[in-house]
């Protein structure tokens, strides 16, 4: 390249250049020159490199030249190695995203990979490793694999197979097949160090996604430790400032905790020895290149241990946390970070504990760091080495933190130490101060779980609920409020106030009417049902609450209004013993596990404890997303409905917003969090709103045994198709044998109005109405309802099952999945997980059946799950939209026309494309009429790096409101996306 002179000279032009105009009439000059010399019929192998190169040089530059490409793929087909060496540099810069083009040079890629050249090779390796195409590596793998395993290939093309090989597997893991493949490859585990390196990465990549096959690599991996670490037996070469290939002794370190501790004492024995010796013998030096290679080391072998769960009086974990103590207090900010977290890993492990309290003090003392990182794991390790001998001090250190925590941490923080003092706190009177306590420092920042959680405590506690209450009327007669404290004074003086002696019912009336006109439109509701209390306790407060609730009655918001009518009337009723058990105290919560332990949970759960299992193959099914629902699971149980009374008003069917269309309701929560956990109650008996208070009305008892014991959820694989069997109304006279009923059709406009919205109808029918709910979480799981009402006010639902049919692209679990009962006059939820493997472009189908009247009814229902349910909006600017759309293939576009079955309405199908979840960019002011889009699709399966897949997807939508037709153009990173899309979008809007 150096001794081309045409090209440092053009490269020598552009960089003088003063101006953008200059470069690019430069540009355009050089390629129309290089373009002649192409057409040309015989051009020399020497004019080639040359054009070549200044090709890329000037695709470097930003430009895109559309030429050239045909000139690359013959040059590496020519037996000099400068040409062939200019054909595999372009080809893997210009030819990346054409594939017809690619294709072409399989066949030379593959003459180069057989051939004894072994230059030749090694380019051929690097150029399959920079593009990995899907039918390169399909047609190529195995010649790369046999020259990794090939005993005459040298040892530099050995390393070039094993990281292509590598590189192909992260794409594409389908092409290495353990069985045939595990022993051969771990052969290559002696030998050159380079060698073993870089098969090293192959393996630890091949072992985090699945260890079947590969137990034996366990042996040589410790007798590997032992020569470098014991026996310091290592090549001069690969020896970085005295320490035996610390980058080698990491990856090995690392394969180890992937595998349980070998059961071979004598190899068990010798890798005691190994983490031994790195751990004692790891010193400190005024060499920073020889302390970051040995810290390295150190904290992967605290990992292992880790790992490897040992006994608490183990020498090795003892030692361990005396060295992290060290780590904790030096200057260095890495290692002390390193050293922080580290140890909050450690203190998860069962008896460490009192080992690392004794470092509380040291601890504390990072929670000051300049760095906010540090400061983060400080608090962690607080929170993770709290226990009840130490609860007092640690939740002590985090309120004086939280006074002058940065605001990115103190939601956090406020969770964190609400959960300490609910676990740890030696009384529940502690408690309470605590979270007063919160509420008082950082108010702003203690969510709507943490005060339900208080009076859950309270309410459930009987020992308590005086101190509560007194508590709380000290706190609302201070001078500045905050209205988390009036919502827990409220629900805590209505409940329990009487049982105050020393203080009257009128001066805790005065304490929180003296807040009510600050209060938010929540909170005033939430006072009106305390005033009511107050008031059905002691007649003397009768007048002045009835005038509190003169003045709300023309409140503008509704419920305040509504309330102060209905609390009104209800003052006034002359049935004082009715209004008494009206207003009695509420019941005990059931007794379940904190949510904000839950929570808790999913915040501090680090992904570095997780050793992913599956297989990263972009379409393959996600086990661990399965796995891992255990605890949504949980939620879903604690979510789950008992049959209720009053079933003329569904609660899928509020204001009959389902039935009469409603605005658009987005189902997608970002966060994860739970938008609307109310079960489905009768609001006639709710004393308290839903939104205000933790509670929910008292159920009736489970009727059948699947209800009391709800089974797992199943594991469906690959389910056959049924056959499409419907229902007619049953008759009012029942038979002595089950009668199966003739087919019927789903109502397809009950399933269109949900395609929108969360929740809304899905079948109804003189005997059954079956409704929906559902909410996105983390972008790729769907967690769905179906709602079984009984209609008939005599006679039961019985063996009531539904099962899946089809679920192409999707993973769909159902809890019950026996066959249950709905009383007359009532309904049963079914919980429905629905996990997105791969983009689809159908319905989801389940077939229902249920027997009423001694008549066996079938159907088949279309549940009302697209692509759009799997997305989340991409908020991007235009510029970035536009060239984003520039650089994805052209191959992957879908452009077609298609009639809108509505008249359409530009305004309103903005709003309807919000509220999917997708990004609407601002209009153009050239085109009005053109909607244009960009989101993101999320799937179950994981990269390589261990992140859920995901992909950009980009519509423009041009509409044609006099001929009432839309042209769409949708562009993704992936065809199977693009052609989900265009099902999607022809779904929603009616297509013809």
């Not at 380019?123 to 399909?138: C, G, P, R, S």
């Not at 794409?171 to 585990?189: G, N, V």
């Not at 769409?968 to 199977?976: G, K, P």
Request: charged share 25%; proline share 4%; aromatic share 8%.
């Amino acid at each position: 390249m150096a001794n081309i002179r045409g090209l440092t000279v053009f490269i020598s032009s552009i960089r003088n250049c003063k101006t953008q105009d200059q470069e690019q009439k430069k540009v355009q000059k050089e390629l129309a020159k290089i373009r002649a010399a192409f057409g040309k019929k015989r051009v020399d192998g020497y004019s080639k490199k040359k054009y070549l190169w200044k090709i890329m040089y000037i695709y470097m530059l930003g430009y895109s030249p559309n030429f050239g490409h045909m000139e690359a793929v013959n040059l590496i087909t020519s037996t000099k190695f400068s040409e062939k060496q200019v054909g595999y540099v372009s080809l893997s810069v210009l030819l990346i995203e054409h594939r017809d083009l690619l294709r072409l040079c399989i066949q030379s890629f593959k003459n180069d990979l057989m051939s004894t050249n072994e230059i030749y090779q090694c380019l051929a390796l690097t150029a399959i490793a920079n593009v990995a195409e899907q039918e390169m590596a399909e047609s190529l793998s195995s010649d790369v694999q046999k020259l990794l395993l090939a005993p005459h290939s040298r040892n530099f093309v050995k390393k070039k197979a094993a990281l292509c090989l590598l590189r192909l597997y992260r794409k594409f893991p389908e092409i290495i097949q353990a069985d045939s493949w595990a022993p051969r490859l771990i052969e290559k585990l002696e030998g050159n160090i380079g060698v073993i390196t870089c098969v090293m990465s192959l393996l630890t990549e091949i072992v985090k996604n699945s260890q079947k096959g590969y137990e034996s690599v366990v042996p040589q991996v410790i007798k590997l430790l032992t020569k470098f670490a014991i026996t310091r037996d290592c090549q001069k070469d690969y020896t970085y400032y005295k320490t035996p290939c610390p980058w080698l002794q990491v990856k090995l370190l690392r394969i180890l905790q992937y595998f349980p501790a070998p059961q071979d004492p004598h190899l068990k024995t010798r890798l005691f020895e190994i983490l031994d010796r790195i751990v004692h013998k790891t010193e400190i030096t005024k060499s920073v290149n020889k302390n970051n290679a040995e810290h390295g080391l150190l904290f992967e072998a605290f990992g292992l241990i880790i790992h490897l769960r040992l006994a608490s009086t183990h020498p090795l974990q003892n030692q361990a946390i005396v060295r992290l103590s060290q780590f904790v207090s030096v200057r260095e900010p890495n290692i002390r970070y390193l050293g922080l977290e580290m140890m909050s890993r450690i203190a998860a492990l069962p008896g460490t504990l009192e080992s690392i309290k004794r470092h509380q003090s040291t601890i504390k003392f990072s929670m000051k760091d300049e760095d906010i990182s540090i400061r983060k794991r400080a608090v962690d390790l607080l929170y993770a080495m709290c226990d009840k001998t130490n609860c007092q001090s640690v939740i002590a250190d985090l309120l004086d933190y939280l006074t002058s925590a940065d605001f990115s941490m103190r939601e956090e923080l406020v969770l964190k130490i609400a959960i300490l003092a609910e676990k740890f706190s030696p009384s529940k009177k502690f408690y309470v101060d605590v979270i007063l306590k919160l509420i008082t420092v950082s108010g702003d920042f203690v969510t709507q779980d943490i005060w339900h959680r208080v009076v859950q405590i309270v309410t459930n506690n009987e020992e308590t609920q005086v101190y509560a209450a007194k508590t709380v009327y000290e706190a609302l007669r201070a001078e500045h409020v905050h209205e988390n404290a009036v919502k827990i004074g409220g629900y805590i003086l209505g409940e329990f106030g009487h049982l105050l002696q020393e203080v009257s019912t009128e001066e805790q009336f005065e304490v929180l009417s003296a807040q009510f006109s600050t209060s938010s439109p929540s909170t005033k509701a939430l006072l009106l049902s305390t005033y009511m209390k107050m008031a059905n306790m002691n007649e003397n407060l009768v007048d002045r609450v009835s005038k509190e609730f003169k003045k709300c009655r023309t409140d503008a918001d509704s419920e305040i209004q509504q309330r102060a009518c209905e609390y009104l009337a209800m003052s006034k009723h002359p049935d004082k013993e009715l209004m008494n058990s009206v207003w009695e105290t509420m019941p005990d919560f059931p007794d379940r596990e904190s949510a904000l332990e839950k929570k808790g949970r999913g915040k501090s759960r680090s992904t570095d404890e997780v050793k992913s299992n599956d297989s990263e193959s972009e379409w393959s099914t996600s086990e661990e997303s399965e796995a891992s629902s255990e605890s949504e699971e949980e939620e879903e149980e604690d979510a789950q409905e008992s049959p209720q009374e009053g079933y003329e008003k569904p609660y899928w069917d509020t204001e009959d917003a389902a039935r009469n269309g409603g605005t658009a309701d987005s189902v997608h929560s970002s966060d994860g969090s739970d938008q609307d956990n109310s079960s489905y109650e009768d609001s006639d008996s709710a004393e308290y709103s839903a939104e205000e208070t933790p509670r929910t009305a008292p159920t009736a008892k489970a009727n059948t045994a699947q209800e009391l014991n709800p089974p797992q959820l199943l594991d469906l694989g690959n389910m056959s198709s049924f056959g499409s069997t419907a229902i007619s109304r049953v008759a009012s006279s029942p038979v002595h044998a089950p009668v199966h009923a003739p087919s019927i059709t789903q109502n397809m406009d009950l399933l269109s109005n949900v395609l929108f919205r969360s929740n809304g109808v899905l079948y109804e029918s003189d005997v059954v109405e079956i409704g929906s709910r559902m909410r996105i979480e983390n972008g790729h799981i769907c967690k769905f309802i179906l709602y079984y009402g009984n209609r008939n006010p005599r006679e039961d639902l019985k063996n009531v099952e539904c099962k899946v049919l089809s679920s192409v692209g999707l993973n769909i679990q159902i809890k019950p999945d026996e066959t249950f009962s709905v009383g007359a006059k009532k309904q049963i939820p079914q919980h429905l997980m629905i996990y997105c493997v791969q983009p689809f472009e159908t319905y989801p189908e389940v077939s229902i059946e249920y027997t009423m009247f001694g008549k066996v009814t079938s159907f088949v229902l279309k549940l009302p799950i697209l692509a759009s349910k799997f997305i989340q909006p991409w908020q991007c600017p235009m510029q970035e939209f536009v060239a984003t759309w520039k650089q994805i293939d052209v191959s992957d576009e879908e452009r077609f026309p298609f009639k809108s079955k509505t008249p359409i309405d530009v305004a309103k199908l903005r709003k309807d494309f919000e509220g999917l979840g997708m990004h609407v960019h601002p209009p153009m002011q050239n085109s009005p009429g053109t909607i244009v889009m960009s989101f993101t699709f999320h799937t179950a399966n994981k990269r390589s790096d261990g992140e859920f897949l995901s992909f950009r997807v980009l519509i423009r939508l041009e509409t044609n409101q006099k001929v009432n037709m839309f042209r769409a153009t949708i562009r993704s990173e992936h065809r199977q996306v693009t052609a989900a899309f265009k099902y999607t979008l022809q779904q929603l809007f009616g297509a013809d």
